[in-house]
Structure formats: C-alpha cells, structure tokens
C-alpha cells in the first residue's frame, strides 16, 4: 500500500510539473498585460504626462502576436514613448522589431540598448543566473547599427551615454541614459550633472538596473528612474516573488514602481514583453508594457 502510495504521488508531482510547464510555456509568455502606474513627478497645478515604457521584447522574426499587440499600443496615445533595451533575439529581428514598433514612432521617444541589442542569445544552463558572478557569454552579432538608425531617423533620442531634452507633452524634458552596465558599456560620468532648473520634469534610463548607476541618477536630481532587463523575475513563486533579479537590485524590486532609497526619484522597472529563446517560459509574471501617468506631487 505504501508503495502505490508513493508511485501516486510521484506521477501526481510529475504530471503537475508538465502541466505547469506546459502553462509556462504555451499560455502565460503569451499573455501580454498593460500595467498602469500614477508617478507623482510633476509640480502642482499641472497637467498629467503619459509616458508609455517599453523593455526586452527580445523579438524573434515569426512573433506576429507580439509583434501586433506592441503595435496596438499606439492607440493609448503617449506623450512619451521610452524602450530601455533588449529588443532583438535573432539577427533578422529587425522587420519584427519595427512592425512592432512602427505605429509609436510618430510620438516622441527615447530609447537605451541592452546587451541583447549588440549579440544574440547562447544556449545557457538557467540556474547560472543564481551565480553572482557568472561570466557573460556572447552569441552572434545583431544589427544594432541598423535598429538605431530607424530610431532616430524618427526622431527618438539616443541616451547611450547620452543626454540631452526634449518636448513631449508641452512640458520640456531633461533626459539622460546610460549604456547597459551588465555588459559593462555604461558611462554616467560623462554625462553627469545636476538637473537644469529650466526642466519641467526629468527622466533617466538604463537598461540592467544596478543600484551604483541609479544611485547617481537619483542624486543628480533625475525624478523617474526606468530600466527592464530583470523580466520582472520571469519564473516567480506566488506570494514570495522573484527568485532573481540577474543584477545588484532586491527582489523587492524586480518589477513595478518603487521609491528609490534615499532619494526623492521613483524608480519603474518593467518585467519586460519578451524572454530568453532558450527559456521561452514566465510563470508569475506576464509579459508586460507599462503606462505610467505622471501626475502632480
């Protein structure tokens, strides 16, 4: 009896795993979630700033149904369209990337790249990303030259090391951006500096999260804070979280809007649209793009 007992339960745990997996990977990657957030940014007595922010869609030529649902976020009609990176996942992603993208690029934008922006993903074992230090391993070379000419021939701000402002919304906007630190490309000295008090509002981006990058920022005076590159976790526990966050920000703060420590900024990472094509499975954590609406303090 207790044997069958056990043979029971065994294949119960296995038949649990596979549905869940199943789940993982056919239904939740493919549920793709608007998130909204109010970020109390802007001075009294003004008008709210919708700013639409996009990450790690880590497209791959055939994802038609992302592809079309990104694009039908033209119809919220953004002050501000802001990417913080990893948009490609195969070196004919580009087609994808701007069938996704072509409809927002009649807003203003700004955009950062991540490391899946300059080379393509390597088969990797995922527990790898329980190591803190684990070596970065680098596939082949995407058209990243390519990605960034249809950006800004749009009219999208380039803030890789970058800075520079902008109109969006009636309100002029100081903006600045690093270069994606989990490949080490960042550079914030060389465009550090105190927030211009001709700036209606501010706003910073990265593409990997690390507190040393974001903790200038903050000090600087940048109001909003956005990165990606965590996917949000990607396989979270229910009611515990991300397991990871594949950089030096908590857990606490793989995903949504936080008060960043010590500082007056909010901080936004978004769990992003996309996913690894060697790990092509969220579970806990839909695929998402994010409306943030600045409103008064």
């Not at 070379?141 to 902008?166: C, I, K, M, S």
Request: aromatic fraction near 8%; charge should be negative; include cysteine.
């Amino acid at each position: 009896m207790r044997k069958r007992t056990l043979f029971r339960l065994g294949m119960g745990t296995v038949a649990a795993g596979a549905a869940t997996l199943a789940y993982a990977s056919l239904v939740e990657r493919n549920l793709f979630t608007l998130r909204r957030f109010d970020v109390p940014v802007l001075p009294a007595d003004t008008e709210p700033l919708r700013v639409l922010h996009l990450s790690d869609l880590h497209m791959m030529p055939e994802q038609r149904r992302k592809q079309d649902w990104v694009a039908s976020l033209a119809a919220l009609d953004p002050d501000l369209v802001v990417v913080t990176g990893d948009n490609m996942a195969h070196p004919g992603a580009v087609p994808g990337v701007l069938r996704a993208l072509a409809p927002l690029l009649d807003f203003p934008g700004a955009f950062v790249f991540g490391s899946n922006d300059y080379t393509g993903p390597v088969l990797k074992n995922p527990f790898s990303y329980f190591l803190p230090d684990r070596e970065y391993s680098e596939g082949a070379e995407l058209p990243y030259d390519e990605l960034r000419d249809v950006f800004t021939g749009a009219g999208w701000a380039d803030l890789n090391n970058a800075r520079t402002t902008l109109k969006a919304g009636g309100r002029l906007i100081e903006l600045v951006g690093v270069d994606d630190p989990h490949i080490a490309r960042d550079d914030y000295p060389s465009v550090a500096g105190p927030v211009p008090a001709a700036a209606e509002l501010s706003i910073a981006l990265s593409h990997s999260p690390e507190p040393a990058v974001l903790d200038q920022m903050a000090a600087d005076g940048f109001e909003l804070l956005l990165a990606g590159h965590t996917h949000g976790g990607q396989v979270c526990v229910p009611g515990f979280g991300a397991l990871v966050t594949n950089c030096g920000l908590p857990r606490s703060m793989a995903k949504g809007l936080h008060r960043w420590p010590d500082s007056d900024a909010w901080l936004h990472v978004s769990a992003g649209l996309g996913t690894h094509p060697t790990a092509p499975v969220r579970f806990a954590c839909r695929p998402e793009a994010s409306i943030l609406t600045l409103i008064p303090r």
